[in-house]
């Protein structure tokens, strides 16, 4: 409903005791079938914007691989702060715009180019770690490219399954799933995606929103508790 499954999943496994770049294979790889349900979910509510599809799946082909490439090596210290200050100011104001994510707004051609080249930072994030790219994803489609967020829930499902089999297939080349726990997850999340799925399309863009946005705060000041802790 938020796009924020993986805050919940790729912590507690990494909690749990698994070493982190596994947790986070592991988790990406079993998001997959999730991800099939919300899309055809989503797909049947004719929500996504196909015009876009062309230029983000490229995108987040591209930032996913680079992402999932520093995982083995970039300290993940480097990014949770940033990125959680970011959340934090952003999603609260996002909330309170009242007409922010409801109507559909046509911007300029300067304002996408940027929203284009932000998308692409998020989706390095989202290859890197992934909890919390999703939501970042849609709120930069809602911020640059004036779609609803439904609409941008719905247009970010194709490139973020893009990214995510791309991820997954460098952690599987790395050896860094646990296949036996993959399995598991993926029958549960599967689930979860189309129940999720099928709240969303019977809300409207309001409770899309107030869903993503919340989740959105919450990951910021996760993200930041983690840095200090």
Not at 72 to 77: A, I, R
Not at 182 to 204: C, D, E
């Amino acid at each position: 409903m938020g796009g924020s499954g993986g805050l919940i999943i790729t912590p507690f496994l990494i909690a749990s005791g698994m070493p982190v770049h596994i947790a986070i294979g592991s988790a990406k790889l079993s998001s997959l079938g999730m991800w099939a349900a919300t899309l055809l979910k989503f797909k049947n509510a004719d929500k996504i914007q196909w015009k876009y599809i062309s230029t983000l799946v490229p995108i987040a082909l591209i930032g996913g691989s680079i992402g999932s490439l520093l995982t083995l090596s970039l300290d993940k210290e480097v990014i949770y702060p940033i990125v959680g200050l970011v959340l934090i100011i952003i999603a609260p104001l996002g909330l309170i715009k009242k007409d922010f994510g409801i109507n559909n707004i046509e911007y300029s051609a300067s304002r996408k180019s940027l929203g284009y080249t932000i998308y692409f930072l998020i989706m390095i994030f989202g290859g890197f770690f992934g909890a919390g790219a999703m939501t970042l994803a849609i709120m930069s489609l809602i911020t640059f490219f004036g779609l609803t967020a439904f609409q941008s829930h719905a247009t970010q499902i194709i490139p973020w399954v893009t990214l995510t089999i791309i991820s997954s297939a460098i952690f599987a080349y790395h050896g860094s799933i646990d296949y036996m726990l993959s399995a598991t997850l993926f029958l549960s999340m599967t689930l979860g995606g189309w129940v999720g799925a099928h709240f969303a399309i019977k809300g409207s863009d309001k409770w899309v929103k107030i869903f993503t946005f919340s989740f959105a705060f919450l990951i910021g000041c996760k993200l930041l508790f983690e840095t200090i802790s």
